[in-house]
């Protein structure tokens, strides 16, 4: 099968490309952020049989989305204006259940790949329609850490990488965060944020602005991937998608211009709480606005070469370290409502716990050799 994985910072862009090839006829695409990777990775430390990967996602992923409410509006800042209605969920339980049996004596380390193919083939029945060339799966900004995992599984795979200015990227975040503050619930998202905490948070780290960065201008196998500019797509959807389509070997087809759910018509998850029916270029520099001078600098000097390489001007080209710290505020650093101790404690935190559990186990194995 054709393999698909669109990447890409938070808030870059990376649900409306998915969105966007939800329709075709040549994939199948289940759009919403199920995070496959990361939750086999993170979760489930890549150690579960097939059953039990299959109970953890259909029960604890956002693949409950699809079974619970058919028109979601649970997170319409992440998972958008979702509409599941067309999608016969026992179709999906009933397949699922049928490979468990399949693979009952399959011990292969990694079951993952197996997983999602599985997954998209159901799915596709779900809906009623003919079987597809391929898949598409939206990992995210989850998706960076296991690029050599995907690799490894899927020999062909393509992945579309979403692009999008910084400073833009920030502003979306910090609106959210407003509306939370102000009684929104957005589980997704957190109600303060920084600039310092965007740029360097160690809640994600692998999957920030920064480290997307530092991983392309590493990187030289660059066959695999397509960098698509958001701004890009939004002003210029017609010659963009041609080129994605292109990349993933597919034929174009006007259903790659119109945003969709399960065939139902997406309406978007833009930070102003907008629905929209098509595509909408209008929440493009709005950082020129909603950031402060210092919030700029600090992204401009961080992320210099984000911005050269795709192209971004920017305020201060030649900022410098001491120009970042002449400049910088507490609530660069802290946000608006002070230090987040947890956070930054929170690698230390992780070290101490994961040696106290060594010190123990270590205990309990020389004991039980001691008594033997």
């Known amino acids: ?24 006829p040549e994939l199948s695409v289940v759009p919403l952020e199920i995070k496959f990777y990361a939750q086999y990775f993170e979760r489930l430390n890549a150690n579960v049989s097939y059953a039990k990967l299959n109970d953890f996602m259909l029960n604890q992923s956002k693949i409950r989305v699809i079974k619970e409410h058919s028109t979601c509006t649970l997170d319409p800042l992440n998972t958008g204006f979702v509409n599941f209605k067309n999608v016969d969920y026992q179709i999906v339980e009933k397949e699922m259940q049928r490979n468990i049996m399949k693979y009952s004596n399959d011990f292969k380390l990694s079951m993952i790949d197996k997983y999602i193919c599985d997954f998209h083939v ?61 009684g929104g619930k957005y589980p997704s998202f957190c109600d303060e944020i920084s600039v310092m905490e965007y740029l360097f948070s160690y809640r994600n780290q692998g999957k920030r602005c920064y480290d997307y960065m530092n991983y392309f201008n590493k990187s030289n196998d660059n066959e695999c991937f397509l960098f698509v500019r958001y701004e890009d797509l939004v002003n210029n959807s017609r010659m ?7 990349f993933l070997g597919i034929n174009f ?37 909603e950031l402060g001078k210092s919030e700029k600098l600090l992204i401009e000097y961080f992320l210099k ?25 507490i609530s660069d650093i802290a946000g608006n409502k002070g230090f987040k101790w947890r956070d930054y404690l929170r690698p230390f935190y ?3 716990k994961y040696l106290v559990r060594f010190v123990y186990y270590s205990y309990q194995i020389l004991r039980r050799m001691v008594k033997e």
């Open 1 to 24: 099968m054709k393999a698909c994985f669109v990447i890409g910072p938070a808030r870059s862009g990376t649900t409306l490309m998915i969105s966007l090839l939800d329709s075709h």
């Open 122 to 182: 159901a799915y596709n029945k779900a809906l009623g329609l003919p079987k597809k060339k391929g898949f598409a799966v939206k990992e995210g900004n989850h998706g960076l850490p296991y690029i050599n995992e995907i690799k490894r599984d899927f020999k062909n795979a393509r992945f579309v990488v979403m692009v999008r200015d910084p400073r833009d990227m920030y502003s979306s975040l910090k609106s959210i965060a407003r509306m939370i503050r102000a």
């Open 240 to 246: 963009v998608m041609k080129d994605v389509a292109n």
């Open 253 to 289: 087809d006007d259903i790659l211009l119109k945003p969709t759910t399960a065939g139902n018509l997406w309406h978007g998850n833009a930070s102003n709480k907008k629905r929209f029916d098509c595509i909408d270029n209008s929440r493009i520099i709005k950082w020129k606005e």
């Open 305 to 329: 070469n984000y911005m050269k390489q795709w192209n971004y001007d920017m305020i201060f080209p030649k900022a410098t370290l001491q120009l970042c710290l002449k400049n910088i505020t």
């Open 350 to 352: 992780r070290t101490v």
